[in-house]
């Protein structure tokens, strides 16, 4: 479950018959423009509006995201109330350790690199500064080179 109005979402065990209110949410396409301190602002694509919310409503997706990406926003009374990243994102590697030779004779396969949103995450040894990833959003790891 989750409370409209930015708190985590819970779990909890309900008794056969008990009832919920539900409330009606809507998709609609966003675009993440900038964070200022605690909140994020996205522009609504159909009428180019901006939206402000707050990080404790984003959660750790707040990590994946850069600026002039595309998101579906759920949103209810006109408010963000969570946002469905893309599967796979492309970043631009920043930072990348060289490749020391004999790295992946002693079981070295991955390195840490940082990315162009400062999101730090393991790639393989041959990943240089410069080139173009993927980041599975569900995961957090390396999803591949974009060609």
Known sequence: L??????KGMELTFKSGETLDSVEVQNQNVQYLYKTGTVYSFMNQDNYETIEVSEDVIGEEGKYLK????VVASMHEGQIVAINLPKKITYKVVTAPP????????GN???EI???????IYAPIFIKEGEEI??????GE???RVV
């Open 2 to 7: 989750k409370s409209i109005g930015g708190d």
């Open 67 to 70: 600026e002039g990406l595309d």
């Open 99 to 106: 490749a020391v030779k004999g790295d992946s004779s002693s």
């Open 109 to 111: 396969v991955t390195k």
């Open 114 to 120: 940082v990315l162009d949103n400062d999101l730090v």
């Open 134 to 139: 993927l980041v599975n959003t569900e995961t």
């Open 142 to 144: 390396y999803g591949g």
